[in-house]
């Protein structure tokens, strides 16, 4: 045993978390009731608490206390090189599998018209139409409709972000805003650092920009890893490094705010532009949105990205950016590339999110999403084999799942299709091939039972996928 104290808390929990004392998803202790039992101060169980954190095997929930993560930290150690990429054709044929007619589409991670806030919508673009034509079809030259870029800065104040509307330029998207801040802080054949898993939005930019990937190796349950950050970042000259630190796609980790400050701090040591794509961090399930990364910075050096695609829907492919010391740079960027975007579309957005529609459904969404995870989790328990593991997150819009050892996602997904069901393959979220006994689930559905009988078939082809491994070895 450890001499210090908090050393020696630490170990025993970590021993009754290993042997199996505290399950994956369970509640541990609180602090003071630990204080209480190991007879220590308060400081000394929050020290052991972040020390558990940082190993991975608890994870803090935001006033509910902390909780045995659900997944083993990091799937694959393995140090990765710098790749050149090529997902977009992997990516597009599994897109158009998922949507053909007839297929019950659990892939891609976009959100149900159902879920819309369709009729307050309309009436908001009736008005503007009728009232505001002028206006709508007139020249936009700034850095997009102010109205919008004042709502998008009030909602950054959600992630203790407090910016200036000059400060934030109006994007097609978060795709979109990564791309621009992309081609402003790197040139050809660059290394971009990225999470693994990664979105594949993000691996298809990096590829269209012909630069290079970097995966690094992260936790479902907590993200990047810093101190895989940093040794990739010792032996390799990384150009930028880009993260999704609330509910990450597609494993829905949550970074916690100690590992949010040692990654900015990497990112300031070795000064490389750290590009931060928030757009699910306020569809959290519970408590607050944790601060973004944006909010700790001391140098400018955090490029914030985000969308409303995720809430509203990536049909209106509206985003923004705020760009730190790289923002003139990028601004001067999207002036060449395509001016502004539709006026339309921002004031529609802008008057909605200032009538107080945004957060109202927002509230909602987070409701809606919370519950599907829960539906889900109970309908793969109850169809899926023994072995399955769900990586359950609080919040955000996707469910990561590792089927039983030696099944293969990328056959399921054929024999899926065929059986009128799509999900996205582990295989589409990086170059290499550690996940390719992953699944992705979209939450962001009206549950039915169109719902609930397209999750049993899948689990019914992984039993027999299993039965097959067993009858050939
Ligand atoms: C983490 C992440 N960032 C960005 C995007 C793309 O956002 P947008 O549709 O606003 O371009 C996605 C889409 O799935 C995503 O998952």
Redesign the pocket.
């Known amino acids: 045993m450890s001499n210090k104290k908090y050393q020696q808390v630490a170990e025993s929990l970590s021993q009754q978390i290993l042997t199996g004392c505290f399950q994956p998803g369970e509640k541990i202790p609180s602090v003071r009731a630990s204080r209480e039992q190991f007879n220590v101060s308060m400081t000394t169980v929050q020290t052991a608490y972040g020390i558990l954190e940082d190993s991975g095997l608890i994870n803090s929930r935001p006033g509910s206390g902390y909780f045995v993560s659900r997944l083993p930290d990091v799937d694959h150690l393995t140090p990765m090189k710098p790749q050149d990429i090529s997902v977009y054709n992997r990516m597009m044929s599994v897109l158009t599998e998922c949507h053909k007619e007839g297929v019950t589409n659990l892939g891609t991670?976009v959100i149900s018209p159902d879920l819309l806030p369709i009729n307050q919508l309309k009436k908001i673009l009736n008005k503007l139409t009728r009232y505001h034509m002028l206006e709508l079809v007139s020249p936009e030259f700034s850095s997009g409709f102010l109205p919008l870029r004042r709502e998008f800065a009030k909602r950054m104040l959600n992630v203790d972000v407090e910016v200036h509307p000059d400060d934030i330029l109006v994007t097609g998207?978060?795709?979109?805003a990564?791309a621009l801040a992309l081609s402003s802080v790197a040139s050809v054949g660059d290394i971009i650092a990225v999470e693994s898993p990664c979105?594949p939005?993000?691996l298809q930019v990096i590829e269209s920009l012909d630069m290079k990937v970097l995966e690094v190796p992260s936790s479902p349950v907590l993200g990047i890893k810093p101190d895989a950050l940093q040794d990739a970042l010792m032996n390799w000259p990384i150009a930028a490094l880009v993260l999704?630190p609330s509910f990450?796609?597609p494993t829905g980790s949550l970074m916690p705010v100690v590992n949010r400050k040692k990654i900015l701090a990497l990112s300031e040591l070795y000064d490389i532009p750290l590009i931060e794509?928030d757009?699910?961090s306020e569809l959290n399930y519970q408590g607050k949105p944790l601060p973004a990364i944006k909010s700790m910075e001391s140098n400018a050096n955090v490029i914030y990205c985000s969308?409303v695609?995720?809430s509203l829907g990536?049909g209106f492919?509206l985003?923004w950016l705020c760009g730190g010391k790289y923002h003139r740079k990028i601004k001067k960027l999207k002036a060449f590339r395509n001016v502004s975007e539709p006026l339309i579309i921002q004031m529609l957005i802008a008057e909605f999110m200032k009538l107080g529609g945004y957060s109202r459904h927002l509230k909602k969404l987070k409701m809606t999403l919370h519950q599907n995870q829960k539906w889900l989790q109970a309908c793969i328990h109850d169809s899926f084999p023994e072995g399955t593991r769900v990586n359950l997150s609080d919040g955000g819009y996707v469910l990561w799942i590792k089927l039983p050892e030696q099944c293969d996602s990328r056959l399921l997904f054929t024999q899926a299709i065929d059986n009128g069901v799509a999900f996205f393959p582990g295989d589409v979220f990086s170059q290499h091939e550690h996940y390719i006994g992953y699944i992705r689930l979209n939450l962001a559905i009206e549950w039915d039972n169109a719902i609930e009988k397209a999750v049993n078939t899948l689990g019914e082809l992984i039993h027999q996928q299993i039965e097959m491994n067993q009858r050939e070895p």
């Open positions: 991670a998207g978060c795709q979109d990564i979105f939005g993000l999704v990450s796609n794509d757009l699910f969308s695609s995720k990536s492919r985003g």
